[in-house]
């Protein structure tokens, strides 16, 4: 038929609130089978985690989605349009794996979202708890070194001595430490002196004897990845002071958290103590933002390690009151009777008049707990 279309002809042309009406319908779909590709996603995300695998991104599963959907598309929109709108699903459906992750870690505030305090024979660590300082030598060296320490801090109102007794030394001929009679000499002083002892442990095999004699066991930085003593430590029934690892991302500092949490020990000290950086005028690098986020993400107290942080003693007090006020929950400084006679880290650590000087400057600070 020729000429004009007909009335009848032009019925046939759908009006655009029918043909939006349609389309609406097909969003309804699409929403519903987008929904659904969402949960089967979750699933896949979930097992992922079960399997311990460190990523959920998968490009090369992303990418041999990208050429079937390619092959198949017969238009109307071009395979770049359409390959775009399924880059932006694979792009939420990683989102939703990686956000259920995060979700279910015990660290997480999202699992927890008020503080927790340590209450440590009545040493608060945490929350409203104004901060704390932990202080004392590198290493325990002699009776009279940790006596004359321990004296000092404890008068100065220091509640948490801290001193080391199996030493990580980059050199294996460097002092290695005193061992068990460290360890009993650290607690024994301690306790006359009203003090709670933190002491590090750096194998698996050491976890029970250290958890006799200490009220704190500290993971160092060097073991934030060993697993097995993460592992160790939370299966033993006392605090953990964890410190952050040399070039350990804030999230698997948080991770090597969550072994501790795992294993059922909730007691868990986050310590920032500086990351490897390319500054030469520092030690470390003291990475403020990740004591904000910590604070933020878990429900864990973070401490700050300035000794070594900074690995100099000049820049002690700045950094200590820069980390309590982005919100740290204590500070944790080296100080000796005699630094420069140290078997270790004679480069930083404190004497007493030093330690004064230092604790005169963060006075008000360490009054209020710390708000943001
Ligand atoms: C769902 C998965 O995880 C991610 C999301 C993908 C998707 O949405 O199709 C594909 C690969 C991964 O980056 C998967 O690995 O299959």
Redesign the pocket.
Known sequence: MRGFPTLRSMTHQRSIEDLRAEVDQINRDLLTLLSK?GE??AQ??HA?TQEGRPN????A??DK?LKEIESLNQGPFTSAAVKAIFKE??????DL?ESNDKKQLLVSRKVKSEDTVLDIDGVRIGGDAPPIIVAGPCSIESEEQMEQTAAFLAAKGVKILRGGAYKPRTSPYGFQGMGVDGLILGSRVAKEHGMLFVTEVMDTRDVEIVAEHADILQVGARNMHNFALLREVGRARRPVLLKRGLSATIEEWLYAAEYILSEGNNEVILCERGIRTYEKWTRNTLDLSAVALAKQETHLPVIVDVTHAAGRRDLLIPLAKAALAVGADGIHVEVHPSPATALSDNEQQLDFAGYDKFSESLSSLLRQPARV
Do not use: M, N, T
């Open positions: 590709r089967v996603v896949i995300g992922k959920h991104y998968d490009p599963r992303e989605q699903i694979f792009k939420a459906s990683l794996e």
